[in-house]
């Protein structure tokens, strides 16, 4: 493990290297100018957040599907195949620098960049950030953010052994196309189950609940069909603890398929 | 050491590259995998490889199915493509980084074959001609002492006195464990290296024979009036006069023509055949 770590890190330390600064600099320095020249600041940690998640999600999914990229070119495709190392060892290195790497890093980075905004804040206004976002203390919600980041990063490193350029493009429309379909068949199926008469299909959320608008046509009212509690609680432990899984063990037995 | 057995290839539905094709190489052995453009010599070597799948059939390298990549088969195995690629690092990071994946590397030769190169060691890859690049590669190949080395088009790129630094190297390094494959347009390059002849045409092997079988049983010769010899089976006109293969029936002993034999099989093959048969 520790070989093929280090051969990749060998071959890919200056994208890396070039990464983190572009990332850490754009961050730190957008803060910093908008508190010198807009004068703007930030009043509280949850006024910075969503520049945070944006962050997170674009960078971790363009990053997660460059993981292959090596497959797009025949010359690297060998070098990559060839190297002797199990299959399964270069999907975990990649697996690992695209997940817990990246992650690190950027979390790593988002810090550092928030003292910096912060010092820069407090020198040049006089004003201090609220910390009002407590993560740790209650991360209910929030840490959602993060299971559905884990599951579109396990998309995009499955979209990653299918397309091995222009990857990112690619897995997006192939998000949007599954989710489509997914909406097409909920869709038709809400139809067969309602009838066609009140657009069901149109308010629904797919799989989850469809609102049927009764009334009039002075008053109205919705009722609300929710699936079950336990069908609910399986979305939750799928989203939590399957989807991910299921599309990283495609992912590598993608791998172990390419061939060149 | 390495044994294909019915193998079937196809890029494409219907248009298949290899149908039912058969071919076992023993150690011991430098192979010159011969064949027209598109014949399909480097989807052989990349089935040998590994990097390619059989649609059906089987092709193992010393007892492991190559398509499985498993590692103690890739640690015994090298490929040196055509189009290939080196990191942006020096010799020695190079090194460094990929020789601990081979058991066998054997570093001192690694730099002895770089010096019969003239390649620099401090020197970044990437500052490198394509042709050093080359010889990079194949002396980090050889130095990895795999049992199966398997080069496609190795001479190309390389300069005339590389061509010969390239014969003297491979020579030295062969042993009675090793089976060399090398796959070639530029036979002449590799006359006097090849000990072994494969030539694939036609979606099969046509022709598999050791290089002093040929010689037992043909005769390679230059004469000027191609009315005074009998028994040709093949011949060439050039400004020194007509080359001729004719049987050796009189044992006589004749250098190889490797291009010779090569347009002779695939103009004349039935004749040759029958005298191999």
């Not at chain 2, 640690?75 to 020695?92: D, G, W």
């Amino acid at each position: 493990m520790q070989f093929y770590l280090q051969k990749h890190i060998t071959d890919h330390y200056r994208f890396y290297s070039m990464s983190m600064l572009a990332i850490f600099g754009i961050m730190t320095v957008l803060g910093v100018l908008m508190i010198l020249l807009a004068r703007d600041p930030f009043n509280r940690l949850s006024d910075l957040v969503p520049f945070y998640f944006i962050g997170l999600f674009f960078g971790g999914m363009l990053f997660t599907s460059r993981s292959f990229n090596e497959l797009g070119s025949k010359e690297k495709g060998v070098d990559f195949i060839m190297l002797p190392a199990s299959q399964f060892e270069k999907f975990v290195t990649l697996f690992l620098v695209s997940t817990i790497g990246f992650l690190a890093f950027y979390n790593l980075s988002c810090y550092v960049s928030f003292k910096i905004i912060q010092s820069v804040q407090l020198a040049a206004l006089d004003r201090k950030i609220e910390m009002n976002y407590d993560f740790f203390d209650n991360p209910k919600e929030k840490v959602y953010f993060y299971y559905v980041y884990v599951v579109l990063q396990a998309a995009f490193l499955l979209g990653a052994t299918y397309y091995h350029k222009y990857s990112f493009i690619k897995t997006i429309l192939s998000v949007f196309v599954f989710a489509f379909l997914v909406w097409c068949v909920n869709a038709f199926l809400v139809t067969c189950i309602f009838g066609f008469q009140h657009e069901f299909w149109k308010r629904s959320v797919p799989f989850f609940m469809v609102n049927k608008l009764e009334g009039g046509p002075i008053s109205w009212h919705t009722t609300v069909y929710l699936i079950p509690e336990w069908l609910r609680h399986f979305y939750d432990f799928a989203l939590k603890f399957l989807i991910a899984p299921i599309l990283w063990t495609i992912a590598y037995f993608r791998l172990k398929d390419q061939e060149i | 050491m390495i044994n294909i057995q019915s193998l079937t290839f196809s890029y494409r539905k219907n248009k298949p590259l290899f149908e039912n094709l058969q071919l076992r190489l023993e150690a011991g052995h430098i192979y010159g995998l011969l064949g027209k453009n598109g014949a399909g010599k480097s989807t052989l070597l990349k089935q040998m490889a590994g990097l390619l799948f059989p649609d059906s059939g089987t092709c193992e390298v010393m007892g492991y199915p190559s398509a499985k990549r498993q590692p103690a088969f890739l640690r015994e195995i090298f490929l040196v493509p055509e189009e290939f690629y080196l990191p942006k690092v020096s010799v020695k990071r190079y090194v460094g980084t990929y020789a601990p994946f081979y058991p066998n590397f054997d570093e001192g030769a690694f730099y002895k074959y770089l010096k019969e190169f003239e390649i620099p060691k401090d020197q970044q890859l990437t500052e490198m001609s394509y042709g050093q690049k080359k010889k990079v590669l194949i002396s980090f190949a050889l130095a990895t002492n795999t049992k199966v080395l398997i080069m496609d088009e190795p001479t190309n790129g390389l300069d005339i006195p590389s061509k010969s630094q390239f014969r003297k190297v491979i020579a030295a390094a062969v042993s009675e464990e090793k089976c060399i494959v090398i796959s070639t347009h530029q036979v002449r390059d590799l006359d006097n290296l090849i000990d072994s002849i494969v030539i694939i045409d036609g979606h099969k092997i046509i022709f598999r024979e050791d290089v002093q079988t040929v010689t037992d049983k043909l005769s390679f010769k230059t004469v000027s009036r191609i009315e005074e010899s009998t028994d040709i089976l093949f011949a060439d006109s050039n400004l020194r006069g007509h080359t001729i293969i004719t049987r050796n029936a009189g044992n006589e002993q004749s250098k190889i023509d490797m291009e010779l034999l090569f347009n002779a099989i695939l103009t004349n093959h039935k004749p040759i055949q029958e005298i191999f048969n």
